[in-house]
């Protein structure tokens, strides 16, 4: 399974922002799509994530502020509003599949003060 990530860049605090991810290959195999982030010198947390039966769930961090949508198998998307500077990382598609977990290379959000 191949992930591309994109929509990333540069956002004023409070402004909005939708992040991509596109899957390839074997994605028959593919039971669920996860977004995380890492931000500068911190550590990887997971955002949220759904599920190919139709499971959402968010983190706290997403929570009330991004909306997790998609097919969970070839597409997912992050739709970011109220954007903060604490929302400033890469952020990177995972999914999990029957065959293993991958992870794509990650897109760089940016959020100014």
């Known amino acids: 399974v191949q992930l591309q990530a994109s929509g990333g860049g540069l956002v004023q605090a409070g402004g909005s922002l939708r992040l991509s991810c596109a899957a390839s290959?074997?994605?028959?195999?593919?039971?669920?799509m996860n977004w995380y982030r890492q931000a500068p010198g911190g550590q990887r947390e997971w955002v949220a994530g759904m599920t190919t039966s139709g499971s959402i769930t968010y983190g706290d961090v997403a929570k009330g502020r991004f909306t997790i949508s998609g097919d969970a198998r070839r597409l997912m998307y992050l739709d970011m509003e109220s954007v903060r500077p604490e929302d400033t990382a890469i952020y990177y598609c995972?999914?999990?599949?029957?065959?293993?977990?991958?992870w794509g290379q990650g897109t760089l959000v940016t959020v100014s003060s």
């Open positions: 995972s999914v999990l599949a029957r065959v293993g977990s991958y």
């Open positions: 290959g074997s994605v028959f195999s593919i039971m669920e």
